[in-house]
């Protein structure tokens, strides 16, 4: 009987020392600390092949000549990244909503989540719904996973009074449509900078005081407060996790990576190799971060930011479908973006 018993428990006491060797190799890996090395197996998918791509990140379509970009596999220091399966991935979240909130870098980590899924499961039958600027939805109906993209460019509120368009740093309405989702990204910086024709409020409030202006950076950080504030008192980390998309950089001024100011993305073809950048950290990221420490509720912090301020070379530039002025904010598709998610699923797995 003893022998029986030693017997059936013989799988479970391999996986524990199986278990417990895996997790003293690998010490808390930092995903985020590492290098691009050249893969000859990247891209992982075509990207000509991938029906939901927007023509504002598809560079190989709107004549860029170059393909380097696209071969680079981030490695991080210490571990190595779990190869992405997207069936696996719709398996693990079967029955359940993704929804990627934020500015158009969010769209850009949705897009680059489409294609790497159609990648996996080409088949698939899939129902679109929104498909507006401000809302699109994809539900694989196989696996009954919705995964969607809500535009707010500040994450907070732009409301309309009789004054005119009023940026609210305390008011987040929207987060009630948030919450059906049980996985949230979020990201928001780009337009906190925006000034001119290019912003879309004339007053900032800030409790109860209403301004023309105010620091941006002030601005930003009392609004992801707000944001903060609301994870605390409306997610529930049962049901939702969540993650923050860390700032994404821009590669405007050569300055950034040791070249001339007047450089920007435009014909770069190879990542910046050196293992600081020599801009160093995005100040924003300070702000982010201490709003997430301020956070009670696990928050993951996907920390892109380093990483992709290496890849100089994987921007849109002047090869985007969408010619409005040269693009050195979003990323190609594919491309960079394919890891942050790549990196978002390591995260999750683990
Ligand atoms: C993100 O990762 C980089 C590289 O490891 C690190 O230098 C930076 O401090 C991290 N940012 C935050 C906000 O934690
Ligand atoms: C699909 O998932 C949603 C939740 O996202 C759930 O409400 C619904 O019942 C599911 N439908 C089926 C057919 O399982
Ligand atoms: C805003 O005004 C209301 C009503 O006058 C007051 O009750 C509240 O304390 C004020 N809030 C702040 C932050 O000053
Ligand atoms: C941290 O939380 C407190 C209490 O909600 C708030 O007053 C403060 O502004 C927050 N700080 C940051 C950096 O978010
Ligand atoms: C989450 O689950 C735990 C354990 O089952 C439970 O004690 C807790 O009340 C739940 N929290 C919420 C907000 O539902």
């Known amino acids: 009987m003893g022998f029986n018993i030693a017997l059936l428990c013989m799988p479970l006491l391999l996986q524990l020392v199986q278990s417990l060797i895996i997790k003293n190799s690998q010490p808390s890996c930092n995903l985020y600390e590492g290098t691009w090395v050249y893969d000859e197996s990247y891209p992982l998918y075509d990207a000509s092949r991938c029906p939901h791509l927007r023509r504002e990140f598809d560079c190989?379509?709107?004549?860029?000549?170059?393909?380097?970009?696209?071969?680079?596999?981030?490695?991080?220091?210490?571990?190595?990244?779990?190869?992405?399966?997207?069936?696996?991935?719709?398996?693990?979240?079967?029955?359940?909503?993704?929804?990627?909130?934020?500015?158009?870098?969010?769209?850009?980590?949705?897009?680059?989540?489409?294609?790497?899924?159609?990648?996996?499961?080409?088949?698939?039958?899939?129902?679109?719904?929104?498909?507006?600027?401000?809302?699109?939805?994809?539900?694989?109906?196989?696996?009954?996973?919705?995964?969607?993209?809500?535009?707010?460019?500040?994450?907070?509120?732009?409301i309309n009074e009789k004054i005119g368009r009023i940026l609210n740093l305390d008011s987040l309405q929207a987060g009630k449509q948030w919450l059906q989702?049980?996985?949230?990204?979020?990201?928001?910086?780009?337009?906190?900078?925006?000034?001119?024709?290019?912003?879309?409020?004339?007053?900032?409030?800030?409790?109860?005081?209403?301004?023309?202006?105010?620091?941006?950076?002030?601005?930003?950080?009392?609004?992801?407060?707000?944001?903060?504030?609301?994870?605390?008192?409306?997610?529930?980390?049962?049901?939702?996790?969540?993650?923050?998309?860390?700032?994404?950089?821009?590669?405007?001024?050569?300055?950034?990576w040791g070249e001339s100011y007047t450089k920007s993305c435009a014909g770069e073809m190879e990542p910046f190799m050196g293992t600081e950048y020599p801009a160093g950290p995005v100040p924003q990221e300070e702000v982010v971060k201490s709003a997430l420490e301020n956070i009670s509720k696990p928050v993951h912090l996907l920390n892109i930011t380093f990483l992709s301020q290496l890849r100089k070379d994987a921007h849109p530039s002047s090869y985007s479908g969408i010619k409005l002025r040269m693009d050195c904010s979003h990323w190609c598709i594919a491309g960079v973006p394919d890891v942050w998610n790549s990196l978002m699923y390591a995260a999750l797995l683990s």
């Open 60 to 158: 190989q379509k709107y004549g860029r000549p170059d393909k380097d970009y696209l071969k680079y596999r981030w490695q991080p220091t210490s571990c190595n990244v779990p190869m992405f399966d997207g069936k696996e991935f719709l398996r693990i979240w079967a029955g359940k909503k993704i929804m990627f909130v934020g500015d158009s870098l969010s769209l850009n980590q949705w897009q680059s989540l489409l294609c790497m899924l159609h990648a996996s499961v080409p088949d698939a039958t899939i129902k679109s719904s929104g498909d507006t600027i401000d809302f699109s939805s994809m539900t694989y109906q196989d696996y009954n996973v919705t995964v969607m993209y809500y535009r707010t460019p500040y994450l907070v509120d732009i």
């Open 181 to 256: 989702a049980n996985l949230l990204i979020f990201n928001t910086w780009h337009w906190w900078l925006r000034s001119g024709k290019y912003q879309p409020w004339d007053f900032i409030q800030d409790g109860n005081t209403t301004l023309r202006d105010m620091d941006r950076t002030l601005a930003f950080s009392k609004a992801l407060a707000t944001w903060g504030r609301w994870v605390e008192s409306s997610v529930n980390p049962n049901t939702t996790k969540v993650f923050y998309q860390g700032v994404s950089p821009s590669h405007y001024h050569g300055t950034d």
